[in-house]
């Protein structure tokens, strides 16, 4: 599930909830790859990753959010929908494990989007026995990474996700890609909400984290939510034939705008505890 634009010029504390025994790989692709999950409703595929809510100092340990693009959740129309995560055998493989992501409760959503770009964000609750990992909410990059030009054109940067459903084995890990920022100035980040990435995304990447290595750790600074195509239209007295061609540019919202989506989250959950709780 990918959306898809036409070619056009001028363009501090963690809680780990982890399998006993299994502690954070140093490797910081490895922490990328362990964050990432395919997400379907059975018919549709897109890309997810998880963070923790940001610690707000109070007595509740952070739960874990899945991040993915806005139009993905939109476009399922069914209350919930499946993450396909792994777990960890005595082995030292891995298994697949489903668990299902409650998106609705009636009418009500329960996930939130941001208003302006294509970024979702909903509560998840994760089997006790997974190995899922996810990112610390610090290692989402804010404006200062554009501002101070550790993020900028040029970077390298990887992308995690499931191109056409595609799973690299048969325990759901995702597929690694290289790509670089190939959009020009960058900053400030909330006037230039979108980037480039010279990478080939196709249809099931959207929600995949864009992410750069920095001081032996990963950093989502953006989120993929489409990809750019050229369109081309060949007309003979019989047909005409419309060809769409993937120029391997990711469309990607900058990470700043993650982390505005799961702060709108949490004054969503805040008031509607307080009405609860007057």
């Not at 001028?10 to 954070?24: D, F, M, P, R």
């Not at 692709?29 to 610690?55: E, H």
């Not at 493989?93 to 770009?117: F, I, N, P, S």
Request: charged residues 20%.
């Amino acid at each position: 599930m990918l959306r898809h634009a036409p070619l056009r010029g001028g363009l501090g504390c963690l809680v780990v909830i982890l399998a006993s025994g299994i502690g954070w790989a140093n490797d910081p692709i490895d922490r990328a790859l362990n964050a990432t999950f395919r997400i379907t409703n059975g018919k549709t595929s897109a890309t997810s990753f998880l963070i923790w809510s940001p610690d707000v100092g109070d007595e509740d340990a952070p739960e874990p959010l899945l991040v993915t693009a806005a139009h993905v959740f939109e476009e399922m129309s069914e209350s919930a929908c499946t993450v396909i995560l792994r777990r960890r055998q005595e082995d030292g493989t891995y298994e697949r494990q489903e668990a299902a992501v409650t998106l609705r409760d009636g009418d009500r959503k329960l996930w939130v989007r941001h208003d302006e770009v294509d970024i979702a964000v909903v509560p998840v609750e994760l089997p006790e026995d997974t190995a899922a990992r996810p990112l610390p909410y610090e290692q989402l990059a804010n404006a200062s990474w554009s501002d101070e030009r550790r993020l900028r054109t040029g970077s390298d940067v990887f992308i995690p996700g499931y191109p056409a459903q595609l799973e690299s084995n048969d325990a759901g890990w995702p597929v690694l890609r290289r790509g670089t920022v190939a959009t020009h100035p960058l900053v400030p980040a909330d006037s230039t909400p979108r980037m480039l990435v010279n990478a080939a995304t196709f249809a099931g990447d959207s929600g995949a984290p864009v992410v750069l290595i920095f001081d032996g750790q990963p950093v989502v600074v953006g989120i993929v939510a489409g990809m750019v195509r050229q369109t081309s239209r060949a007309n003979t007295p019989f047909e005409e034939r419309v060809t769409h061609m993937p120029v391997a540019l990711a469309i990607t919202v900058q990470a700043p705008f993650i982390q505005t989506t799961v702060q709108r989250l949490l004054d969503d959950t805040e008031n509607e505890a307080s009405a609860e709780n007057p």
